[in-house]
């Protein structure tokens, strides 16, 4: 008999669900290539993941709250989420669902709290003043806004694996935080105009990226990307394809931001046509297929 819980966190599972799929369509579709047992689970931590972002990155502040009450969303929101962390409920359906994937899978506030910090860097500027990032804030933020999601969604994968080695793991760990560096770069990237319209700029410590800004964060990113896919061998078979997948659509993305100018950039957000996208899932499930995945 399904129990008054059960039907709770099964309608909290179709909400964050309906955030994947209404922020990102591309990321709901990717997640059909996960396994039935991780699927669920991977979008439980992107929906909060994406609320996060939303309360510091422009919904909030369009409902009227000011940058001290955005602070206090955010507070909020983090301490519901370890509140649900240590009970295993929350009022709220998007941080129920998470709480539930993350106490099957071990995630803990070490992975939270990195990610709200930063959250939290992107409402320190005062209004109107220019927030930019060098190194060490960079990688701060990097390491916090992403590869810490990758290290989570990595939690979720290897929570049923009993025979990876110690050095298997290192690996594996190491190539999620890598993917997640390239990610986010990559985003930064293509989101240049963007970001300069908030008076942000990531990737570097002063007002605007230059060419040859541009050209060693693409070598960097390119980096992180083979890195991260001599790990993708190691995951579990029913894992592999959607991270393939994820990793060769933002490889391809590099690619056409490569091709462009740091101005082109500035000028327009460079995307990867449907088409490709689609033929890119393609080559993933068969990649899978010819490595005996069903």
Request: proline share 2%; with cysteine.
């Amino acid at each position: 008999m399904t129990t008054d819980l059960a039907h709770f966190t099964a309608t909290a599972n179709r909400a964050a669900s309906e955030v994947i799929d209404s922020y990102s369509t591309s990321f709901g579709k990717a997640t059909r290539l996960l396994g039935e047992r991780h699927r669920q689970h991977i979008r439980a931590i992107y929906a909060l993941v994406r609320v996060a972002d939303e309360i510091v990155d422009g919904v909030a502040a369009q409902a009227g709250l000011n940058r001290d009450q955005q602070r206090g969303a955010l507070d909020r929101f983090e301490w519901e989420t370890e509140q649900a962390l240590a009970t295993g409920y929350s009022a709220d359906v998007v941080v129920h669902a998470f709480a539930q994937t993350a106490r099957e899978a071990g995630i803990t506030v070490k992975l939270t709290r990195p990610f709200f910090a930063s959250m939290r860097m992107d409402l320190e500027a005062a209004s109107g003043e220019a927030a930019t990032y060098g190194r060490t804030a960079h990688d701060d933020y990097v390491f916090g806004s992403a590869s810490v999601v990758g290290l989570m969604c990595l939690q979720v994968f290897l929570r049923e694996e009993y025979t990876l080695s110690v050095a298997e793991r290192r690996i594996l760990e190491h190539g999620a935080i890598r993917l997640g560096e390239a990610f986010q770069d990559i985003n930064f990237l293509r989101d240049l105009a963007d970001d300069a319209a908030m008076g942000r700029n990531y990737l570097d410590d002063s007002d605007r990226l230059t060419e040859l800004g541009k050209r060693k964060w693409v070598r960097s990113s390119r980096a992180a990307l083979a890195d991260a896919a001599a790990a993708v061998p190691l995951l579990p078979r029913d894992a592999r394809a959607a991270v393939r997948c994820a990793h060769d659509l933002f490889a391809s993305l590099l690619d056409r931001i490569d091709a462009c100018s740091v101005e082109q950039l500035y000028a327009r957000r460079v995307r990867v046509p449907d088409p490709v996208k689609a033929l890119i899932v393609a080559r993933a499930v068969l990649a899978n297929r010819l490595s005996g995945v069903n």
